[in-house]
């Protein structure tokens, strides 16, 4: 070894690329770049923050991001509106004939409401006569 391990170590933090520079003090020091990767973790160096090109383990390879095509968004239609059981036959109706015809459900409903409540007051009527009368006995 011609570098201490301080020396060794402030060569690779310094480094630009700092996984190239682990080589590069191993062949000034005429040894494998795993004994520099040992001094380095032995003072406290953690190897995986290091900056530089990653290489897999396994082969030795440059490590490439995939790159996943574009993949264009599907558009869903818009289903039909206001389709009767057979959509052949439905018709394509404009907002206002829609809103139209909804007003005129819901004050069909009011109505049918309307009848139901006076029909209820009318009982609620004679059963508090009736109740008035057997009391007054």
């Known amino acids: 070894m011609q570098m201490t391990e301080n020396e060794i170590k402030r060569e690779v933090l310094e ?22 990767k040992e001094i380095l973790k032995e003072l406290g160096v953690d190897l995986r923050s290091l900056k530089g090109e990653k290489k897999h383990i ?16 599907e558009i869903i239609p818009a289903p039909p509106v206001n389709a009767e059981k057979n959509p052949a036959n439905a018709e394509e109706k404009s907002p206002l004939t829609e809103l139209s015809e909804r007003i005129e459900c819901l004050m069909k409903e009011k109505a049918g409401i309307d009848d139901e409540i006076n029909y209820l007051r009318t009982q609620l009527t004679k059963m508090v006569d009736l109740l008035a009368g057997r009391i007054a006995e």
Do not use: L, M
Not at 58 to 71: A, E, F, I, Q, S
């Open 15 to 36: 480094a630009k690329d700092q996984r190239k520079q682990i080589q590069i003090v191993a062949d000034q020091n005429d040894c494998e770049p795993e004994v520099i």
């Open 58 to 73: 396994d082969h030795g390879t440059k490590h490439k991001p995939r790159k996943v095509p574009y993949k264009k968004p």
